[in-house]
């Protein structure tokens, strides 16, 4: 597949087992805390405002959406984690969800976007996501979305800092979704 987005639609929305798409086409999903800009990232990359809504409440998507991609391919937006206001109770429903999604045997998605506030770095979620990414042998790669909102030698420190931690195997991609940046580097590694 190539890097230009023709289509990006809608399909279906997901709260529990059972009724992923079982057409047999490939994933790729979105991970990341409440806020992080998941919403702002994927509506980039397919180049529409809005075909993720991106809520001015966060925590807000509780479902697993799934939007395909020039036909072939499917971009899986999870809930975002992690949202202050979420009772206990909540968060372990969501953290639940989640790994539900990448322990299931119909997901098994080709390669996990997972997408940080380059500001903040890795958090306590992100690092239980990373080691189950890595438990279950799924590639991904960190975004450090954001980045607009660093200068030079803060981006370096924050992109510095998340490497040592997820090690060099696993790529951290600068990007702003406000600006742009990071578009391609990032549909070049998840295409
Ligand atoms: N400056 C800046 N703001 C961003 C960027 N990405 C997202 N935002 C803002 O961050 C907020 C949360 O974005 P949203 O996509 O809804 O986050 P989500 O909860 O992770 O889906 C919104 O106000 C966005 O406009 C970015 O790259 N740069
Ligand atoms: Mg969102």
Redesign the pocket.
């Known amino acids: 597949m190539n890097m230009v987005i023709t289509s990006a639609q809608f399909i279906l929305s997901v709260v529990g087992s059972h009724n992923l798409p079982q057409d047999g086409k490939q994933q790729i999903a979105f991970i ?1 805390r ?8 994927i509506n980039m990359l397919v180049g529409q405002n809005s075909l993720v809504h ?2 001015s409440t ?1 925590g807000k998507t509780r479902q697993i959406n799934f939007f395909l991609i020039n036909d072939e391919i499917y971009f899986v937006d999870l809930p ?1 984690y992690g949202y202050a206001k979420h009772s206990a109770k909540k968060r372990e429903k969501l953290r639940k969800l989640i790994l539900w999604y990448f322990i299931s045997k119909e997901a098994n998605p080709v390669m996990t976007v997972l ?1 940080v506030d380059a500001r903040a770095g890795l958090r306590d979620f992100d690092r239980e996501m990373i080691a189950v990414l890595d438990e279950y042998d799924c590639p991904h790669v960190v975004v450090a ?2 980045i ?2 660093l200068n030079q030698s803060q981006s370096h420190h924050s992109l510095k800092g998340i490497s040592d931690e997820v090690g060099e195997n696993v790529p951290v991609i600068p ?4 600006s742009g940046r990071g578009r391609d580097q990032l549909l070049a590694k998840i295409l």
């Open positions: 990341g409440s806020n992080v800009g998941k919403s702002s990232v991106s809520s966060p975002g997408i979305n954001k607009d909102k990007l702003s979704a406000k």
